[in-house]
């Protein structure tokens, strides 16, 4: 008998294997530059496997898409501890979402740089995961309102409003502690992993900023013009 036939890889697998690799190029390619011989080559199979398995490379960018939004918003949702106070609950969901996109740059660079830019249906799609993590957010937001005892005195507008603002800055600062550049290095300065913030610091860097304000708001102070 000749030499046993290798095992063939499960097309779950297989097509897991094959948004690795495109997760990879796509972010240090970019969507336009990225090929399709690339993504095969690095994920061990060739392209005619790719196109059999995600027919297009705009299926596949969606299908890169869909995946790694998934995720950000499974771990930032695992991330929070239900039973704890509000701030801590805040705190407990960025710190997830700082760890996740720490450890996934190249997934976020997908989500953040990539998909943004490339017009529909890709930049829906990003926009749809967004909305879910604001609507996220707000219920925090409003359950902190409540805690303090001031929700009546926020109107639901205000609460979304505040939702937006933070998650903006959350992705402002995930940019700031994980952009490389094309070799690999920071982007902003950050002269090794040691020096690069950690999860947990960015996170209270934004809570730091952002707690402060909403703890004057809850207690009844707003800023107006002079004063």
């Given at each position: 008998?000749?030499?046993a036939?290798?095992k063939?890889?499960?097309?779950p697998?297989r097509?897991?294997q094959?948004?690795?690799a495109?997760?990879?190029?796509f972010?240090?390619?970019?969507?336009?530059a990225a090929?399709m011989?690339?993504?095969?080559?690095?994920?061990?199979?060739s392209k005619p496997?790719v196109y059999?398995?995600?027919?297009?490379?705009?299926?596949?960018?969606?299908?890169?898409i869909?995946?790694?939004?998934?995720?950000?918003?499974a771990a930032?949702?695992?991330?929070?501890?239900?039973?704890a106070?509000?701030?801590?609950?805040?705190w407990?969901g960025?710190?997830?979402?700082?760890?996740h996109t720490a450890e996934?740059?190249d997934?976020?660079?997908?989500l953040?740089?990539?998909?943004r830019?490339q017009?529909?249906?890709?930049?829906?799609?990003?926009?749809?995961?967004?909305?879910e993590i604001?609507?996220f957010v707000?219920?925090?937001?409003g359950?902190a309102?409540?805690?303090?005892g001031?929700?009546?005195?926020?109107?639901?507008?205000?609460?979304?409003?505040?939702?937006h603002a933070?998650?903006?800055?959350?992705?402002?600062l995930?940019e700031?502690?994980?952009a490389?550049?094309?070799d690999g290095?920071?982007a902003?300065?950050?002269?090794?992993e040691?020096?690069r913030p950690?999860?947990?610091?960015?996170?209270?860097?934004?809570?730091?900023f952002?707690?402060?304000g909403?703890?004057?708001?809850?207690?009844?102070e707003?800023?107006?013009?002079?004063?």
């Amino acid at each position: 008998m000749g030499a046993a036939k290798s095992k063939r890889v499960p097309r779950p697998v297989r097509e897991q294997q094959m948004l690795d690799a495109a997760v990879r190029t796509f972010a240090r390619r970019g969507y336009r530059a990225a090929s399709m011989d690339e993504i095969a080559e690095g994920a061990g199979v060739s392209k005619p496997l790719v196109y059999l398995y995600l027919n297009s490379k705009e299926e596949l960018f969606s299908a890169v898409i869909r995946r790694e939004s998934a995720a950000l918003v499974a771990a930032v949702t695992a991330a929070v501890e239900p039973d704890a106070a509000a701030d801590r609950q805040l705190w407990s969901g960025l710190k997830g979402f700082f760890a996740h996109t720490a450890e996934h740059p190249d997934g976020w660079a997908v989500l953040h740089q990539q998909a943004r830019t490339q017009g529909e249906p890709f930049a829906v799609e990003v926009a749809a995961m967004r909305a879910e993590i604001v609507r996220f957010v707000t219920v925090l937001i409003g359950a902190a309102a409540k805690e303090a005892g001031c929700d009546g005195e926020l109107a639901d507008r205000e609460v979304a409003g505040l939702a937006h603002a933070l998650v903006g800055a959350a992705e402002s600062l995930a940019e700031w502690a994980n952009a490389r550049t094309a070799d690999g290095t920071s982007a902003f300065g950050f002269s090794g992993e040691r020096e690069r913030p950690t999860a947990k610091d960015t996170a209270a860097t934004l809570m730091n900023f952002v707690w402060a304000g909403l703890g004057r708001l809850m207690a009844g102070e707003r800023w107006a013009p002079g004063g």
